[in-house]
């Protein structure tokens, strides 16, 4: 019923204009501060880290959640695919990465009856730009990186990344003592606001540029990735389970606002070493000799790092890429999707996503014309049934081929033409 009534309204047209005027804003102001008074302003109780970003915002909020939980106190950590109370995970079924702001302050009024007295939130452009985190005390800014995405819902790259700003503007005017920040110094947008925002204590992190806090020695193997981490003139071995090169710079993240607020560096990477993966976030399974890959990938950046690293562990088998768009997003992005895929994949099958209530042919038309270096049904298929790619792409892997599921990740439920429906890309893998 509601997306009939906002069909009816053309509310996706009206919405760009809506969202910026003085009533609209007024009107989720002041909901927020509602939500925080009904519910005793939680936040106000607790140690709150915001993790802002692109990519890698889930993994680091559960790399942070790990270490606080294990070295300063209970801590609730709330992510687009669960939520964590101490050690007791709750799946997010919300299929928001950022909470309405009446369960984002329950969810904190839950926890904080439950003990915990560090909150860990993932803090979209999308929740930032609609006030889901109004009332809430930020003691702790994260951004990860900034890349193209979202410009169906920004229009801008220079609106996305506004809208990004608002946590650490959170941070900013807190009414707590200190004010903490963590910049990605490899990234335009990080060095930029590492350079003209105030903050009581802030850190810069980096595999390239140099930082205080600097990932070195990178080694990328099948089943770990090992590093050195350097700080204060010291450097420290890192082995960790998390696969590739872009889950360095999620560690380096935690370890800044580990560091910043007195966990020793040797506790902290302890506590990584411990994390095996993050639910559906580059998570393996090995199925008749063939190495499958179930990852949330939908952004280019994301997408490009993640075929990279296939690539380069496939040596002289396959790589098999299942993916697509979903609908009603940002289409400015296909291309350059499609154009990464071309590149690393030996073989695509293109597959439904999240078609929504975009046309799923149109969808998977629209890039048939731009696969430039595959040829449709050699080695470029187009199955619009999620659960027959799925089959295909098994059927046809050999052993010692890899292959990548993109796209739907941790997701318990696919937007169709025809409307919801459950889904899980790790179940059907494991039924075939």
């Not at 009534?5 to 501060?33: A, C, E, H, R, T």
């Not at 299929?95 to 007295?117: G, N, R, V």
């Not at 559906?280 to 790092?305: Q, T, Y």
């Not at 990740?409 to 899980?424: A, C, F």
């Amino acid at each position: 019923m509601k997306s009939l009534i906002k069909k009816i309204f053309f509310y996706d047209k009206l919405y760009p204009v809506l969202k910026n005027s003085f009533i609209y804003q007024s009107w989720k102001k002041l909901n927020g501060q509602l939500a925080n008074s009904l519910y005793g302003n939680p936040s106000k109780d607790f140690f709150v880290i915001g993790v802002t970003g692109t990519n890698g915002k889930t993994t680091t909020v559960n790399l942070i959640h790990q270490i606080l939980n294990d070295n300063v106190a209970k801590c609730v950590a709330v992510s687009t695919a669960n939520i964590l109370v101490g050690d007791t995970a709750v799946p997010n079924k919300k299929k928001m990465t950022s909470l309405d702001i009446y369960d984002l302050q329950s969810t904190l009024a839950m926890a904080k009856d439950s003990w915990c007295k560090i909150a860990v939130l993932e803090t979209s452009s999308h929740g930032l730009d609609q006030y889901r985190f109004e009332g809430v005390e930020f003691d702790f800014g994260v951004l990860t990186n900034v890349t193209l995405d979202h410009l169906d819902y920004h229009g801008t790259m220079d609106e996305y990344i506004k809208a990004k700003r608002k946590l650490f503007d959170y941070v900013i005017k807190n009414t707590k003592k200190n004010k903490y920040a963590s910049f990605p110094m490899d990234d335009k947008v990080g060095r930029e606001r590492f350079d003209e925002m105030p903050f009581d204590k802030k850190i810069g992190r980096s595999i390239v540029w140099s930082s205080s806090l600097k990932a070195e020695k990178i080694n990328e193997k099948t089943d770990w990735t090992d590093f050195t981490v350097s700080y204060l003139g010291t450097s420290y071995p890192v082995a960790s389970r998390l696969l590739w090169s872009f889950n360095v710079y999620n560690i380096l993240a935690a370890l800044s606002v580990a560091v910043q607020i007195g966990v020793s560096m040797e506790a902290a990477i302890a506590s990584v070493q411990k994390v095996v993966g993050v639910t559906w976030r580059m998570e393996r399974i090995e199925k008749n000799g063939v190495h499958c890959f179930v990852d949330f990938a939908h952004s280019p950046d994301a997408l490009e790092k993640t075929l990279q690293y296939l690539s380069s562990i496939k040596w002289t088998n396959k790589l098999i890429t299942v993916f697509w768009a979903p609908g009603l997003r940002d289409k400015s992005k296909r291309p350059i999707m499609w154009s990464v895929v071309d590149e690393f994949s030996d073989i695509i099958i293109a597959t439904d996503d999240d078609p929504d209530t975009e046309n799923r042919f149109t969808i998977l038309k629209e890039l048939t014309a731009d696969i430039k270096k595959k040829v449709l049904g050699k080695d470029f298929f187009i199955i619009p049934e999620r659960k027959l790619a799925i089959k295909f792409a098994l059927e046809n892997a050999q052993a010692g081929d890899v292959v990548m599921f993109a796209g739907k990740g941790h997701e318990t439920v696919q937007l169709t033409n025809l409307g919801r429906r459950k889904w899980s890309d790790m179940e059907e893998i494991m039924s075939n």
